[in-house]
């Protein structure tokens, strides 16, 4: 296990007709602490952004940051680059967001889907199926206080992280890897596709054809690939079944 990259997100939700989580949000904050768990250095940045689409629609607008993400998509993608990823329920909406926000901006596969993912909500869930909250009182042994939210999670993801390691020895980043994921071999960030027979053939992880095989005769392919899904989603699937994104 070396560099890991600890996100918290917020998010502002100023799509009315997104169809999806992903579609539907636009990054407000991402807090990250950069952790080299060789070289034991660790580092904190923070980054604001204005997650309004159009400026006009609010007149709350005016009180945020003038920066969208585009304009320093490139600071993040330098900090994050050559980091594995970890995060209290990373997989359900920080990552698959900074994928899309990343796309939106022009930079296309990153994160790329090879790095490690670790989500401690998922090892905690399996370990101690309880929440956030729970989380910091039976690892932490305190109190969770809601005004922490959004100022101090992502110190205590990192506390949380570390004592799960000492008390499951957990120290493998690939098993950690896989126990976030519940075992599946997850191919998106957005949790929609995973992969078996060693990444040979390509599943569906949602909607009515959970589990079963993508293929390119499948009108549900094609749906999925003209509809409003994350891009890094639909390019895994058109890459899978050699279908032209529409």
Known sequence: ???????????????????TIVSNCYIATIDVVRVDYETGECNRANFTVNPMQNEAKMATARKLPRTPFESIAWDVKEY????DFMGFSIRRLDLPLLAEEFARSGIDNFPHESVSIVDIQSIYHQMEPRNFAAAVKFYLNREYLAPQRNTGDVELVRQIFERQMEMYGLTDLEQLHELSAFG????????????????????????KNKDQPVTAEDP???WFL???FPAQSQRIVADYTNIQIF
């Open 1 to 19: 296990m070396s560099k890991i990259a600890i996100i918290e997100i917020q998010a502002g939700k100023f799509n009315p007709h997104g169809k």
């Open 80 to 83: 994050l680059e050559g980091c």
């Open 184 to 207: 599946k071999d997850i191919a998106d960030f957005a949790n929609l596709t995973y992969w078996q027979d060693n990444g040979r053939k390509l599943y569906w992880n949602f909607g």
């Open 220 to 222: 549900f392919t094609i």
């Open 226 to 228: 003209r509809n409003d």
